[in-house]
């Protein structure tokens, strides 16, 4: 895929999570994953998009990709935080059934 493609759909991806349509960003991304399956941006807008819309079990698994494909030393702190709120919301989602 052109990079300049991918760049642009990155982009439309982060739009939807700011005005919170998580499933249209998580359609992206996943067709954008099944390109670049390397791509940590992809993963880190994943579980974001994921933990938006109620889906902490992607969203973990997503965290851990892009804790996978993350070059040494990159900052992992917005991810370990998504991936904490996942998390939580998995255990509160146990304990509530």
């Not at 493609?5 to 991304?29: F, N």
């Amino acid at each position: 895929m052109e990079k300049s493609l991918e760049t642009w759909l990155l982009s439309q991806a982060s739009y939807y999570l700011e005005y919170l349509q998580p499933r249209k960003s998580i359609a992206l991304l996943e067709a954008l994953k099944s390109i670049n399956k390397e791509n940590p941006d992809i993963y880190r807008m994943l579980s974001y998009a994921y933990l938006q819309a109620e889906h902490p079990e992607e969203s973990i698994r997503a965290a851990d990709n892009f804790l996978k494909y993350a070059r040494p030393g990159s900052d992992v702190r917005a991810i370990k935080w998504i991936k904490g709120r996942a998390l939580i919301k998995k255990k509160k989602a146990a304990i509530s059934r």
